[in-house]
């Protein structure tokens, strides 16, 4: 059997046509997950107000009469994910001087790393060089096994923000780690949200993070080194893909460490802000 071989000029056409088809862009939409009095929901959000969802997220689903204010709730991260991955490398400003990888680097992160918009990333134990990485992250909307890239794209079922939170010595350090398991999966090093965002042409998107106030990243998802739909189709080629699985999709330009006390914020445009504290574990 001949290895099939991928680099970042083939993927495209290896994976699908050479364009994806024309089609009219639909509505945005902003989702949220959220808790009030003890129970979880998710809700259409329109400004200040939400209202409340029933039926399949991924599936058919209707908007009940049931509205609440965004200011009596607690936002969760947008969806319960099945599984997490995440690209390393996929921004040129990221990687400096360093050869771009031949096709998307993938990896783990563990559900448990997930953490709500608002709640703090919790340095933990141990820990001396944990990093900040603002990211734009696709949540899958239906089942996707060996997808060309008109099929990754369809299946992409909204965006949202998310902080690939690292810690750096463990990662890469001279007594890094064999994998990745606590660098990338500690619990809190995964934040999501703050909507799960539908319609908006996320090839595009400006991402900008800040650490105290402070802007440390920013950068356009055009300049991803491999798009979200050659991702997903990828992807997929090895490993099926269901409706909540997310992808974190690569974080751009120099990454810092956090201290407790600080507070990093992951912006992209047309989503909102995720903003987080950070605290010693």
Known sequence: MTRRSFTAQSLSAAFAPAALSAQTPPAVTRLVRFSYRGQISYAVQEGEDLRVIQGDLFGAYR???????????????????????????????HLGGRKPPAQPEIFYKPITCLQNPGDPIRIPPGAGNVHYEGELVVVIG???SKANRQQAAEGIFGVTCGNDVSEREWQNGPNKDLQWWRAKGADTFGPMGPALVRGLDYSKLQLETRLNGKTVQKQSTADLLFDCPTIVSFVSQYVTLHPGD????GTPGTTGKLSPGDVVEVEIEG???????VVAG
């Open 63 to 93: 908007v009940s009469s049931t509205r609440r204010k965004l200011s009596e709730v607690k936002l969760l991260y947008p969806v319960q994910p099945p599984k997490i991955l995440a690209v390393g490398q996929n921004y040129q400003s």
């Open 142 to 144: 239906k089942t996707l």
């Open 246 to 249: 997310v992808i974190f999709t």
């Open 271 to 277: 989503i909102g802000v995720l903003r987080n504290p």
